[in-house]
């Protein structure tokens, strides 16, 4: 397991990576966000078909499981209560495809629906998390 040293820093160099770059499907999403910080662990996340619509990511999640599928295959399910910096959590949406975030320390990172970057998020209801 990845020192808290290097959790901390994968996750600052998780922000610099897609700070200010506005949302796009396919390209800086929730999707995007995790692959890249996994990385930054050493794991191989599958890429999603390529899509660049709504309507387009939903459907690329199906093929594959779902976001939260990919990564019961890839990760280890922690309860949400253990999560550590670094680590990767799911959230429902309004959307009904859910979203992906990293915990950096009391908040998140990922996309929220009332922003168009990335965003710190305040989490409601964590639905699945995993051990990065």
């Known amino acids: 397991m990845p020192s808290l040293f290097e959790r901390v820093d994968a996750v600052r160099q998780t922000r610099i990576e897609f700070a ?19 990385s930054l662990f ?39 209560l253990q999560m550590l910096v670094g680590d990767v959590a799911f959230f429902r949406s309004s959307d009904g495809m859910g979203a992906l975030a990293i915990k950096a320390g009391r908040k998140f ?17 964590i639905e699945k998390a995993w051990r990065a």
């Open 42 to 80: 050493g794991y191989a996340v599958p890429d999603l078909p390529n899509y660049r619509t709504l309507s387009g990511a939903v459907r690329a999640a199906r093929g594959v499981g779902g976001l939260d599928g990919v990564l019961d295959g890839l990760l280890e399910p922690i309860a949400p």
């Open 109 to 125: 990172i990922g996309y929220h629906e009332e922003s168009d970057t990335l965003a710190n998020i305040e989490p409601v209801m």
């Open 20 to 38: 200010g770059k506005p949302f796009a499907f396919g390209s800086q999403d929730c999707a995007a966000l995790v692959r890249f910080h996994l």
